[in-house]
């Protein structure tokens, strides 16, 4: 194997973040990938954010704008939301105005909206407190026990509305309902869809770059199952855990961002690969062999697996941990046989002719 692999794997990530941004609020943070969470001890300014799972825990503290095939917002945002996505779910707080066209919406008992809240969306239900003026365009909505809408409610559809919803206002239905703003109606298979070309094209530039590398994955991984999950998983919690230590100094705050950058391009190539070497164990399972199919067949398994309540979850935690176990142990393999290689020149030279 080359002893550049590991630097043109980065430089090919690196790259393949780039394309994949487009400008959006000026001035504020992008963040892209198969899924996305900022952390419950994260905070960040304006942000915008595309990926197939997007989890908002921490504090976003301005404006938030969100495209994914699920958006949740458990945390808190100060400023607007605006989200295109196949389901939002708000349970934390947002200050300002949520403007969303999703699939499904729902804004838990726990959920906080302090400005307006307009929604087009196949089905609403509303638990939580909305401080302004509600508009919503849904096949149904649902306004529970706990709902409150400060102002006044404009919608059209089917409303269901339990005893003990309050409205400020007039309750109006508009069978014209127009929802205004540049968010459209995005479904979920929208989304799904997406992200399995973006992530087949990455994985399918990565097997032709790079197939020697990923050829020895797939043996590393067969062999060595358990080590490769123990590796990932340690990577996964240790390594956020070494960016905050390496931050504590003022000196090392730009080497813990460059790090930050690294990890999370990490974090994607290895649930790329992660799901290329489910495909090639799924198809060891009846004796065949084909790189292709394999990244194939793991993704496609995974956008099933995906969308299961709980088990999802746990499968795709499970297989991010394998992709990312194989990849940091075949980049150290790649850096122990470049220096080994290296001493072998360095010894051979100093040899007397």
Do not use: C, H
């Not at 020895?216 to 590796?231: A, H």
């Not at 919690?237 to 705050?253: E, H, K, M, N, S």
């Not at 190539?269 to 489910?278: A, M, S």
């Not at 099933?304 to 194989?326: E, Q």
């Amino acid at each position: 194997m080359s002893a550049r692999v590991p630097r043109l794997l980065l430089l090919f990530v690196v790259a393949i973040v780039a394309l994949s941004t487009v400008p959006g609020l000026a001035g504020a943070e992008t963040r892209a990938g198969g899924s996305v969470v900022i952390e419950a001890d994260e905070t960040t300014g304006d942000l915008e954010v595309f990926g197939g799972d997007v989890t908002i825990r921490g504090t976003v503290d301005g404006d938030l704008r969100a495209f994914g095939g699920n958006v949740r917002i458990e945390g808190a945002v100060t400023g607007n939301v605006e989200a295109a996505a196949g389901n939002l779910y708000i349970s934390g707080t947002v200050g300002g105005n949520v403007q969303t066209g999703s699939g499904n919406l729902q804004v838990t008992d726990s959920a906080s909206i302090g400005g307006n809240l307009e929604a087009g969306a196949g089905t609403v239900i509303l638990a939580g407190s909305v401080g302004g003026n509600a508009k919503v365009g849904a096949e149904t909505l649902t306004l529970a026990p706990t709902a409150t809408i400060g102002g006044s409610l404009e919608y059209d559809g089917t409303l269901d509305r339990a005893d003990g919803a309050q409205v400020g206002g007039g309750v109006t239905r508009n069978p014209d309902l127009s929802i205004g703003g540049p968010i459209p109606q995005v479904p979920d298979l929208f989304f799904s869809v997406y992200f399995l070309v973006v992530n087949f094209v990455v994985g399918a530039i990565l097997l032709l770059a790079f197939p020697e590398f990923s050829r020895e994955l797939v043996d590393r991984t067969r062999d060595r199952p358990g080590v490769t999950g123990v590796v990932g998983l340690g990577g996964l919690i240790a390594t956020p855990v070494a960016l905050v230590l390496v931050a504590i100094t003022i000196v090392g705050i730009p080497l813990s961002v460059v790090g930050l950058f690294v990890y999370l391009l990490g974090l994607w190539l290895g649930i790329v690969y992660g799901r290329y070497l489910l495909g090639a164990w799924l198809l060891s399972l009846v004796d065949y062999d084909n790189r292709w199919l394999a990244l194939v067949v793991g993704l496609l398994v995974m956008v099933a697996a995906t969308r299961l309540p709980v088990v999802g979850g746990i499968a795709d935690l499970a297989v991010l941990v394998w992709g990312l176990g194989a990849l940091t142990m075949g980049v150290f393999a790649a850096y122990r046989n470049r220096r080994t290689a290296d001493e072998s020149a360095a010894g051979a030279g100093s040899e007397p002719a």
